[in-house]
């Protein structure tokens, strides 16, 4: 996921104090180089799942379809599961303490770097899916369907459509907190709430079979989000020497969240107690963590190519990695094979944002 969507970033890094602690002047905003690292830890994850998730699905979940490939999908899926809540953590963070809205304008902005990216990718999707003769419905009917909620081949673009109207939500409650009057925002939200019951209502009246809507949130969201902020703004002070327990704990959720797809249900919740822990042993554990002078440019360089690698991954999971999965494959191939796409479809996801980036398409294309 994006730091273009999850807060806004500083041009360049805080003066540093004599002791080579960052200093902030006064009225400035610090730049938090830890949560760069933590964005891009949940993207490269989120790729990872991805990749994991080809080999659950090459045998249809089911060990007897191939038992190295469906234990080796698992494996490395049961890593993936804070991702997303980590991406609702700093965007509740960038909203309510790291960069939080002055007007009614720049959050529109805010929203825009999202939502332009998201539809564009979409049809990007729609049309390469046409063009392979893989779409599961016609494309206008999918492009229809896609204004209200993710649509495959975007499967993995249903994160916006909650995570839009969550960063909407809360810069609402501090506009109006700080005394503003954002109208347009509330109208907008109101309109989210109200979509499904018009939908429903047209679909009782016509008898259209009206697109499932998908801009909303649920309470786990936000939860994470508000969450993530309080976690996220505490001091250096109150983590330190007190991070090994989260060390310690950190495997043991994954390992809950293995048991859990292969013994009671797959894909598990957001919700779920083993994913929370997990994300929380996440947060904190990189939560202001000290970042090195001379890894800061190319952190600053991938942070910003981040959200593009997200959108554009599953052309390459589908594309290349998909042929490659044979169910019989052993324990060594599947696992050698799903750690070399990984590197492959991460460095290629990224190498294209960045050169997009480069040729001033980042608004479009993320």
Request: glycine share 10%.
């Amino acid at each position: 996921m994006s730091p273009r969507i999850l807060a806004a970033r500083d041009a360049a890094a805080p003066p540093t104090a004599a002791d080579g602690r960052p200093s902030t002047p006064p009225g400035a905003r610090e730049h938090r180089f830890d949560i760069d690292v933590l964005r891009l830890v949940a993207s490269c994850t989120v790729i990872l799942g991805h990749v994991a998730a080809a080999f659950v699905q090459a045998v249809d979940d089911d060990r007897a379809g191939g038992p190295s490939v469906y234990w080796t999908g698992h494996l490395f899926e049961a890593v993936n599961s804070f991702a997303v809540p980590v991406f609702f953590a700093i965007a509740g963070w960038g909203v309510l303490v790291g960069a939080r809205p002055r007007d009614e304008a720049k959050m529109w902005q805010r929203i825009a770097r999202t939502g332009l990216p998201l539809f564009v990718w979409t049809g990007l999707y729609l049309v390469w899916a046409w063009l392979r003769d893989r779409n599961e419905e016609p494309m206008v009917h999918l492009a229809v369907d896609a204004l209200f909620d993710s649509v495959r081949p975007a499967y993995h673009l249903w994160f916006l459509y909650t995570y839009l109207p969550i960063v909407a939500v809360l810069a609402f409650a501090v506009l109006v907190r700080d005394g503003k009057r954002p109208w347009k925002l509330g109208l907008a939200l109101l309109g989210v709430a109200a979509l499904p019951s018009l939908l429903g209502t047209v679909r009782e009246v016509t008898g259209w079979a009206a697109p499932t809507v998908g801009w909303s949130f649920g309470t786990y969201s936000v939860v994470y989000a508000v969450g993530g902020a309080l976690l996220l703004a505490l001091p250096a002070d109150a983590l330190r020497g007190r991070r090994w327990p989260l060390a310690v704990l950190l495997p043991l959720t994954m390992a809950g969240c293995f048991w859990y797809h292969t013994q009671v249900h797959y894909v598990i919740p957001n919700a779920h107690v083993f994913v929370g822990a997990m994300t929380v042993c996440v947060v904190l554990l990189l939560s202001r963590a000290r970042v090195p002078e001379r890894w800061r440019p190319l952190l600053g360089r991938w942070g910003g190519a981040a959200m593009g690698a997200y959108m554009v991954h599953v052309l390459f999971v589908e594309e290349l990695l998909r042929p490659l999965i044979s169910p019989g494959m052993g324990a060594v191939a599947a696992t050698g094979l799903l750690l070399a796409m990984f590197v492959v479809v991460t460095a290629l996801s990224y190498a294209v944002s960045l050169a997009w980036g480069r040729l001033g398409l980042r608004r479009y294309l993320g």
